[in-house]
């Protein structure tokens, strides 16, 4: 849900347009996401598909006025489930450009403007505050409106932060009044922190609630220091998500044994030393879900993982190819079983050897992502041999290739992994996704030995093979499956249902 322009709003695009009395005077209402239209007018209507009422309902409220909703949410319990995810979802603080002008004229400068809008959000939706869940924080307003709005909207469960500049006390103002925030996230922001006002500042605590955290790239001025207490004065994460380029300081509370802590994910372009990991992982023996991607996997993480996390059920080990270390001669291995039952690996210089020493022993694995080496055969000789009760696979090359030397690696890659398959894999797989690879050259038959498989979806960059396909099936070439799914935007996304016997 986003809290949009009013029903007035609606008016506007029928070209009748209101005084600015009207205007002033109106309230904001809350818009669904397009996603649910979207997904319902590109899905293509099969004879086994049968109608979802729910899905016509979310339509609906799609074009239904906030305090509409309100009553549709109490006529019974479908429509209250149906009706929620609109309501709770964040809050728009603005209007339409053309809705503003009309209100404000030219009497007003940008700085006015901005904060007269968010006054009347906050005098329009202040009632329905308690509805309010989500919310999206990425518009600059004057400070004394943000401590108005999150003390109005304090309900909210899960903040998002992003590509916004903000002093260490706008922050706080931010985070203090939400008493209920479950989940936390920092994109691309900028907190700077006044070192001669605010040195001797305390650190405010995060919310007691707060269970998912995410920082992604923050920069950081003036007194660090205090802003990485408060960040790190969390005590009930379940899962902890952390990009950074070199900073390793909000790793610190896990140095110790961190309880609650089941997913953590570390991203670092530039880590000039991985003992701070080493250490996390020794110490939390109750995560089962870990993603690195790194400059280099050393042999002491893969060691230490497989030591000491032995509840683990995902893994996710990646490099950056600009980085990585040639290793390709070097053995990682695991010693003992492990309980992952997802794993993805694109690890540039991965040798065949570790591979099999790392899928030996992983005998529960059922999904995997592999982005393939040079070594491409074998790696899928080994996946054949190793993996027994796989239900879902990604391939992805390691290379783009391009023109006719992308279609002959293709073609081969298809005719090796697919055609005459005998291993076991081909009574398991129900899931199969081909990402860089060429769909106009693939076709049913390659697929005909993998019982179960239901569904494969096959992703490309735009310039690949958009251009070539007409968002036609060919039925003879695809006579058992049905498209279910078609994307084109900087990424084509191409999804096959197979039909039920």
Not at 20 to 40: C, F, G, L, T
Not at 213 to 219: A, C, D, G, V, Y
Not at 243 to 267: M, Q
Request: aromatic share 12%; hydrophobic share 35%; glycine share 2%.
């Amino acid at each position: 849900m986003k809290i949009a322009s009013n029903s007035l709003e609606n008016s506007l695009s029928n070209a009748t347009l209101p005084s600015k009395h009207d205007i002033s005077n109106s309230s904001n209402v809350i818009n669904h996401d397009n996603a649910i239209a979207s997904e319902v007018k590109g899905s293509s209507i099969q004879k086994s598909v049968i109608w979802d009422i729910s899905t016509v309902l979310s339509t609906i409220f799609t074009f239904s006025d906030f305090k509409d909703l309100i009553k549709f949410n109490t006529v019974c319990k479908k429509w209250n489930i149906v009706t929620n995810p609109t309501i709770h979802r964040s809050l728009k603080l603005f209007r339409r450009n053309d809705i503003q002008n009309i209100a404000h004229g030219e009497s007003l400068n940008k700085n006015a403007r901005v904060d007269a809008e968010v006054e009347q959000c906050i005098a329009n939706n202040s009632k329905f505050s308690c509805l309010v869940k989500e919310f999206k924080f990425c518009n600059f307003i004057p400070q004394h409106r943000t401590e108005q709005f999150f003390n109005t909207f304090k309900f909210i469960t899960s903040l998002t932060i992003l590509n916004i500049g903000l002093s260490y006390e706008s922050f706080i103002s931010v985070i203090k009044p939400l008493a209920q925030l479950e989940e936390l996230k920092l994109e691309n922001i900028g907190i700077k922190t006044d070192d001669g006002g605010e040195s001797n500042a305390e650190p405010h605590a995060l919310p007691y609630t707060l269970t998912r955290l995410k920082l992604n790239i923050i920069s950081l001025t003036g007194n660090v220091d205090l802003f990485a207490q408060t960040i790190n004065s969390h005590i009930n994460l379940k899962e902890f998500r952390y990009l950074t380029y070199d900073r390793t300081g909000f790793l610190e509370p896990f140095n110790k044994s961190y309880p609650s802590l089941k997913l953590l994910e570390f991203d670092s372009h530039r880590l000039e030393s991985d003992q701070i990991l080493l250490k996390v992982i020794e110490n939390n023996n109750g995560l089962n879900s870990i993603k690195f991607k790194l400059p280099y996997i050393s042999d002491s993480i893969l060691d230490n993982i497989n030591t000491h996390l032995t509840s683990l059920e995902e893994l996710s080990l990646s490099t950056y190819s600009d980085h990585s270390v040639d290793i390709s001669e070097s053995l990682f291995k695991f010693n003992q079983p492990t309980s992952i039952k997802k794993l993805i690996l694109r690890w540039e210089y991965l040798s065949s050897t570790s591979l099999d020493s790392i899928l030996l022993n992983c005998p529960c694995l059922k999904d995997i992502e592999l982005q393939l080496t040079d070594d491409w055969k074998n790696w899928i000789d080994i996946l054949h041999s190793r993996c027994l009760n796989l239900q879902k696979i990604t391939y992805i090359p390691w290379i783009n290739y391009y023109g006719k030397e992308r279609n002959r690696f293709n073609q081969e890659f298809y005719n090796y992994t697919f055609s005459n398959n005998t291993s076991q894999i081909g009574n398991t797989l129900v899931d199969l996704t081909l990402a860089n690879f060429n769909f106009n050259i693939a076709k049913s038959s390659y697929f005909k030995d993998f019982a179960k498989l239901k569904s494969l979806t096959f992703t490309t960059p735009y310039n690949f093979n958009c251009c070539e396909w007409n968002n036609k099936l060919n039925s003879e070439i695809w006579s058992d499956y049905r498209l279910k799914e078609y994307k084109c935007s900087s990424t084509v996304l191409i999804k096959l249902e197979k039909f039920e016997i």
